[in-house]
T-cell receptor, first 119, second 110 residues
Framework: GAVVSQHPSWVICKSGTSVKIECRSL??????MFWYRQFPKQSLMLMAT?????????EQGVEKDKFLINHASLTLSTLTVTSAHPEDSSFYIC???????????????FGPGTRLLVL | DAKTTQPPSMDCAEGRAANLPCNHS???????VYWYRQIHSQGPQYIIH???NNETNEMASLIITEDRKSSTLILPHATLRDTAVYYC???????????FGQGTELSVKP
């Protein structure tokens, strides 16, 4: 399957600082990428849909000014957690949609995730 | 997107087939059934998807009932490394968003 990478894999930061997470599709172009968050022992929660060259679409309850998303190219989307606080500590996962899978259907491939700890 | 229902947990003996059920009684005609799994502390891994016909790949088989109201993911020879949470998701082909439920926690035991 297609490969999606994330960087960094884990990050520890002080409260009040901003953290940038990169998501790259390595062997395919992705006009659409997605950002998820997962707390311990819970399922993945969709935060936003990132569209190349346009503004991201945020799910209800997700603060767009706190979670800045940039999708500058067909292979790169970034999530910046601004003024991070301990409650933002979580596992952040991106996915990228590959349009050219079998039968004209679409498949999303996920990155390995970034674990954020805010002290 | 149609809601899916899965048992919260299942056990399977190593080397045996693991059959994971999923109910999607309200699925519409152009919604695909996708299966992903998440091994602890990793990103979800795509397994397989289908619309009407049964599908098979190197990882698993997907059996969809004729009325499309339910499906079964089959891991033919489960190994310890197949221990994970398995998610069944109904998704429109164009522009759909993967919304994860609680999934089935599969434990493969020696």
């Amino acid at each position: 399957g297609a490969v999606v990478s994330q960087h960094p894999s884990w990050v520890i930061c002080k409260s009040g600082t901003s953290v940038k997470i990169e998501c790259r599709s390595l062997d395919f172009q992705a006009t659409t990428m997605f950002w998820y968050r997962q707390f311990p022992k819970q399922s993945l929660m969709l935060m936003a849909t990132s569209n190349e060259g346009s503004k991201a679409t945020y799910e209800q309850g997700v603060e767009k000014d706190k979670f800045l998303i940039n999708h500058a190219s067909l292979t790169l989307s970034t999530l910046t957690v601004t003024s991070a606080h301990p409650e933002d500590s979580s596992f952040y996962i991106c996915s990228a949609r590959d349009l050219f899978t079998k039968g004209g259907s679409e498949t999303q491939y996920f990155g390995p995730g970034t674990r954020l700890l805010v002290l | 997107d149609a809601k899916t229902t899965q048992p919260p947990s299942m056990d399977c003996a190593e080397g045996r087939a693991a059959n994971l059920p999923c109910n999607h009684s309200t699925i519409s005609g152009n919604e695909y059934v996708y299966w992903y799994r998440q091994i602890h502390s990793q990103g979800p891994q795509y397994i397989i998807h289908g619309l009407k016909n049964n599908e098979t790949n190197e990882m698993a088989s997907l059996i969809i009932t004729e009325d499309r109201k339910s499906s079964t993911l089959i891991l033919p020879h489960a190994t310890l490394r197949d221990t994970a949470v398995y998610y069944c998701i109904a998704l429109y082909n164009q522009g759909g968003k993967l919304i994860f439920g609680q999934g089935t926690e599969l434990s493969v035991k020696p």
